[in-house]
């Protein structure tokens, strides 16, 4: 299996354009996560999914932050208008199991992004 | 939510010597995970532990769970220069009926050749 696999790695982008991350799952894993890294703020959870149904996205910062999985092997994650304090590494995760406790997560290599 | 604390933040060690990393728990642990992460990369799955008193090993890599503390330790043996990296420690947590997996803000390992 090629594991998590997200696009682009890398992202430069002006501040107020719109910036669009994707992440295809391991097949078969039914729960995704997008977490947010940053030097400051440490590994942060921003939304889960669940058989495709956002279950919690309590950790997505603000509206301009909406996350998407209209299938079970794609997601994306899409920031608009973007501000340079969005600029961190965006890392997407799958694992297996009804509700995801007790099973590993796998994550992607991130989208590392920067707004100037 | 759920809440760990790491320590310590930063550890530069010799090769060949032993280290200890901490994760302490806010709430009940009902799953712990150890993660490895090389800068610029994503995370690694190392180790996960339910059960409380659980130890498990991989190679010279140690996790034990302390359920009662909420704490769980990895215990690196004759730490060698492929060892460093950031090790983060995450935890399944209940948000309703949402899981909530969420990560300690990590240990920095650097291991002097």
């Known amino acids: 299996d090629a594991g998590v696999i997200q696009s682009p790695r890398h992202e430069v982008t002006e501040m107020g354009q719109e910036v669009t991350l994707r992440c295809k799952p391991i097949?078969?894993?039914?729960?995704l996560f997008w977490y947010r890294q940053t030097m400051m703020r440490g590994l942060e959870l921003l939304i889960y999914?669940?058989?495709?149904?956002?279950?919690?996205d309590s950790g997505m910062p603000e509206d301009r932050f909406s996350a998407k999985m209209p299938n079970a092997s794609f997601s994306t994650l899409k920031i608009q208008p973007s501000e340079p304090r969005d600029s961190a590494v965006y890392f997407c995760?799958?694992?297996?199991?009804?509700?995801?406790?007790?099973?590993?997560?796998?994550f992607g290599q991130g989208t590392r992004l920067t707004v100037v | 939510s759920q809440e760990l604390e790491q320590s310590p933040q930063s550890l530069i060690v010799q090769e060949g010597k032993n280290l200890t990393i901490n994760c302490t728990s806010s709430?009940?642990?009902?799953?712990l995970y150890w993660y490895k992460q090389k800068y610029g990369e994503g995370l690694i799955f190392l180790m996960m532990?339910?059960?409380?008193?659980e130890e498990k090993s991989h190679e010279k890599i140690t996790a034990k769970l302390d359920e009662k503390k909420q704490q769980s330790s990895l215990h690196i043996t004759a730490s060698q220069p492929s060892h460093a990296g950031i090790y983060l420690c995450?935890?399944?947590?209940?948000?309703?009926?949402?899981?909530?997996?969420?990560f300690g803000s990590g240990t920095q390992l650097t291991v002097l050749p």
């Open positions: 532990l339910q059960k409380g008193g």
């Open positions: 097949s078969g894993h039914n729960s």
């Open positions: 995450g935890a399944d947590g209940y948000s309703g009926s949402a899981r909530q997996l969420t």
């Open positions: 995760a799958s694992s297996l199991g009804t509700g995801g406790f007790g099973t590993e997560a796998f």
């Open positions: 709430k009940t642990l009902y799953g």
């Open positions: 999914f669940n058989n495709n149904v956002p279950i919690d």
